[in-house]
């Protein structure tokens, strides 16, 4: 966009939409490296997603050590990762990390405290940023010994809310291996919301520390496995959902909530037993959505200046349409969006957000949902994005001159397209169904059909999809003289016999 002067030159709103995907692995017996003072610690892989087997590489992050205070050999980090998804934040943990007391002494103690990092979405370590970095590892400085602290083993899971609010840390080692869950906060973009008071949230409760208030009995190993969600028992409350799989021998799921707006205690909702001795209930848990809640969509923005003192805040709208080639040729929309304005048809969902400056990203986030009984599901759904400029505040006038509202730049396009792929199973790496069919047909073993002779006309059509993708949805179409009625059967073989009356 630019405003109507020459000295304040504003480039486009960067609204690509790029999806570069990679797979983030964990390794928790990987070799140290050069700087851990270890042989085995564990680490973090990052993959781009290609044919090539060996397209891994080992982030660099937690290399160095203070043999006065901590032991990193065998300290599995990479047990648990976890992302945001573009443009958030990464943790993973080291759940065996130890501090030390008083080492190489008679008087030589560790705890097994366990440790998490948290990283930027290009998998460094922002120093400018209060999130990133090891410092998670809310277990050190308590009181020791495995019937408190002792024997922590934070990280063990560890997962973010879905809406990108709090990150949610277990530790079954805790309270004689009760075990516990904590939810904290420290996101410097609630900060600039205004929300300087949220958390962190305990198990125990984060203040008291009282291992009565644990909803589980010794052993019970919970927050071994963490998901959380919306909605599940009351609509719009949080509820975090963690596994404690030795609880009573046979395992528990545990359904917890924030206990009130003053408290720091997360409490138990309702508490799922396992079915039977040694089940393990609660090994690993997910929320999914059964109830057509839908899918969460973000698009996000920024925008870019020159000079960088031009710096007004932005309000824009943002537009976001579906499937707007299948309702041009007539066809309905295979999704609707379920969070939309009053005046937004069920394709739409029209947000506005407040640029706060260069390159200070703003997000706007709605739900789609699948129609039900939809047969295409191989093309992609497309998704068109559009952005409009709805005003401009400056800050204090250095100039007599009238400020001037800046537009959109001509020369780039307003709109952007991504796309929604299903996961189509024998598809291949490329998500694109290459099939292979071939037919063949036989009609009753003779080329010339007497009906004075027969009654019945058998025609044998056999289709083979020779070493290609899956056919999904794959039809075949016959037609006949209007003065043959049609019947037909497929057989065992996937061999469909056409019988012509």
């Given at each position: 966009m630019r405003p109507a002067t020459t000295s304040d030159d504003v480039t486009a709103i960067d609204r690509r939409v790029v999806f570069r995907w990679k797979l983030l692995i964990g390794a928790p017996t990987a070799r140290a490296l050069s700087n851990q003072g270890a042989n085995i610690t564990g680490g973090l892989y990052s993959c781009d997603i290609t044919t090539h087997p060996d397209d891994c590489t080992r982030v660099d992050f937690d290399n160095d050590v203070d043999v006065l205070v901590e032991n990193k050999e065998n300290q599995w980090m990479g047990v648990t990762v976890q992302s945001q998804g573009p443009g958030g934040k990464i943790v993973t943990c080291a759940h065996r990390y130890q501090r030390l007391l008083f080492p190489n002494t008679p008087q030589e103690a560790r705890d097994i405290t366990g440790r998490c990092y948290m990283l930027s979405q290009d998998l460094s370590i922002d120093s400018q940023s209060d999130e990133d970095g090891g410092n998670w590892k809310f277990c050190d400085g308590h009181t020791r010994g495995h019937e408190r602290f002792g024997a922590c083993q934070q990280g063990l899971a560890a997962t973010f809310t879905k809406d990108y609010h709090y990150v949610i840390f277990g530790a079954p080692g805790a309270y004689n291996w009760k075990g516990i869950v904590r939810v904290e906060q420290k996101n410097n973009t609630l900060l600039e919301m205004g929300l300087f008071d949220d958390g962190p949230y305990e198990v125990g409760d984060e203040n008291r520390l009282d291992p009565s208030l644990v909803p589980v009995p010794a052993n019970s190993y919970l927050g071994f496995s963490l998901d959380s969600g919306h909605s599940i028992t009351e609509k719009g409350k949080l509820i975090i959902v963690s596994g404690a799989p030795r609880a009573n021998h046979s395992g528990a799921v545990v359904f917890l909530r924030k206990q009130e707006e003053a408290s720091t205690m997360l409490m138990s909702e309702h508490i799922l037993e396992g079915p039977g001795l040694a089940s393990s209930f609660g090994y690993d848990v997910a929320v999914v959505d059964l109830n057509g809640d839908?899918?969460?969509?973000?698009?996000?923005?920024?925008?870019?200046?020159?000079?960088?003192?031009?710096?007004?805040?932005?309000?824009?709208?943002?537009?976001?349409?579906?499937?707007?080639?299948?309702?041009?040729?007539?066809?309905?929309?295979?999704?609707?969006?379920?969070?939309?304005?009053?005046?937004?048809?069920?394709?739409?969902?029209?947000?506005?957000?407040?640029?706060?400056?260069?390159?200070?990203?703003?997000?706007?986030?709605?739900?789609?949902?699948?129609?039900?009984?939809?047969?295409?599901?191989?093309?992609?759904?497309?998704?068109?994005?559009?952005?409009?400029?709805?005003?401009?505040?400056?800050?204090?006038?250095?100039?007599?001159?009238?400020?001037?509202?800046?537009?959109?730049?001509?020369?780039?396009?307003?709109?952007?397209?991504?796309?929604?792929?299903?996961?189509?199973?024998?598809?291949?790496?490329?998500?694109?169904?290459?099939?292979?069919?071939?037919?063949?047909?036989?009609?009753?073993?003779?080329?010339?059909?007497?009906?004075?002779?027969?009654?019945?006309?058998?025609?044998?059509?056999?289709?083979?999809?020779?070493?290609?993708?899956?056919?999904?949805?794959?039809?075949?179409?016959?037609?006949?003289?209007?003065?043959?009625?049609?019947?037909?059967?497929?057989?065992?073989?996937?061999?469909?016999?056409?019988?012509?009356?």
């Open positions: 839908g899918l969460t969509v973000e698009v996000c923005f920024t925008y870019r200046a020159n000079p960088h003192t031009y710096n007004p805040k932005i309000t824009i709208s943002c537009t976001l349409e579906a499937e707007w080639h299948r309702r041009k040729l007539g066809l309905p929309s295979r999704v609707v969006f379920l969070e939309k304005n009053e005046m937004d048809q069920d394709f739409q969902s029209t947000g506005t957000l407040e640029l706060r400056g260069q390159n200070k990203k703003a997000c706007y986030k709605t739900k789609l949902r699948l129609q039900e009984g939809i047969r295409d599901k191989l093309r992609a759904i497309p998704i068109e994005v559009s952005v409009a400029i709805q005003s401009a505040k400056r800050g204090k006038r250095q100039s007599s001159l009238p400020q001037l509202v800046p537009i959109l730049d001509s020369t780039v396009p307003n709109k952007t397209i991504t796309e929604v792929n299903f996961l189509k199973e024998g598809c291949g790496t490329d998500n694109i169904c290459q099939s292979n069919l071939h037919l063949q047909y036989r009609e009753n073993g003779v080329p010339v059909i007497s009906l004075s002779d027969q009654k019945d006309i058998a025609l044998e059509v056999t289709v083979r999809n020779r070493n290609g993708d899956d056919a999904h949805e794959a039809k075949l179409v016959g037609q006949f003289d209007e003065s043959l009625s049609y019947s037909g059967f497929r057989s065992l073989r996937t061999t469909l016999v056409l019988s012509v009356d």
